[in-house]
């Protein structure tokens, strides 16, 4: 069936949910490592230039592909990962300066707790947490 701008059907989409996210990564051992770290991903799929990570609780899919710089796009403004509150959120930013993860802290973006964290690669990786209710 061929639609005419502008003309619909009765039909929704298929989309149930996140399903994954592949990014570039110019070091596949660090940035693994990263994420794993950062938080608490598992590879359960290893190929030569390719990882699959997961995290089991949010059942999020995270992708890594070895790249020369340079290949591919790299439009990535940033990802973000929820997280169930501020406190929650504060507590890990706690621990990841334990770890030796840097970052500026938790800060309010748009009445939002949010970290705002950089992987190897200088990806913007984002932790957010739901505006405290008033």
């Known amino acids: 069936m061929t ?4 003309q619909t059907i009765e039909m929704e989409s298929p ?3 996140f399903s994954h996210l592949q990014m570039n990564v110019r070091d596949l051992v660090a940035s693994q490592a990263w994420f794993e770290t950062v938080l608490g ?7 030569d230039d390719t990882v699959a990570l997961k995290h089991g609780p ?14 591919g796009p790299s439009a990535l403004d940033h990802i973000a990962f929820a997280v169930p509150d501020g406190d929650a959120l504060e507590a890990w930013a706690q621990e990841l300066t334990v770890r030796g993860v840097a970052h500026d802290g938790v800060v309010l973006e748009l009445g939002k707790p ?5 992987d190897p690669d200088g990806n913007a990786i984002e932790l957010v947490a739901p505006a405290p209710r008033a």
């Open 58 to 71: 949010s059942r999020l899919v995270l992708v890594l592909s070895q790249r020369a710089v340079g290949e």
């Open 3 to 6: 639609l005419q701008l502008g």
């Open 15 to 17: 989309v149930t949910g």
């Open 114 to 118: 949010s970290l705002q964290l950089r």
């Open 41 to 47: 991903m598992e590879a359960f799929v290893e190929l």
